[in-house]
């Protein structure tokens, strides 16, 4: 199997097996090595009490683009520590994370995020460093 059919799969196995995905209406798109994007729709659910996008949804997308970017190296893993600066309101009809890598070592791994709404307005900007859970250097207790 090639790596695209992996990354095919791999998009299918998030969008398909991820409770918090289906319930937080987010869906990966885009998968190729050390790169994702995921969309999530707005809806009223997410809006704090301003009316625009909760931070803690920015966040969630963020996280989820991170991860879904570290996956598609082919190494599983779990987030370590993450920081996020909000720019903008959010406010649309979505919102598309892009994760990039920035740098990946023997145990951890860096991403950037850029989140825009579907107006490809700039809300907010996340690094998030991940820890890979390959090898032995984890074990589930």
Known sequence: MNDMN???DLIHRLNGN???LQ???MKVTELRRGYARVEM???KQILNVHGFVHGGALFSLADTAAGAASFATGRDSVTLAGTINYMKPGKGGKLIGIATEINAGRTTG???VFIYNDDEVL???ATF???FLDGNSYQAK
Do not use: P
């Open 6 to 8: 992996n990354l095919d």
């Open 23 to 25: 319930s937080n209406d």
């Open 129 to 131: 460093t991940m820890f």
């Open 110 to 112: 860096v991403y950037e």
């Open 41 to 43: 729709r707005i809806d």
């Open 18 to 20: 991820s409770q918090y």
């Open 123 to 125: 809300l907010s900007r």
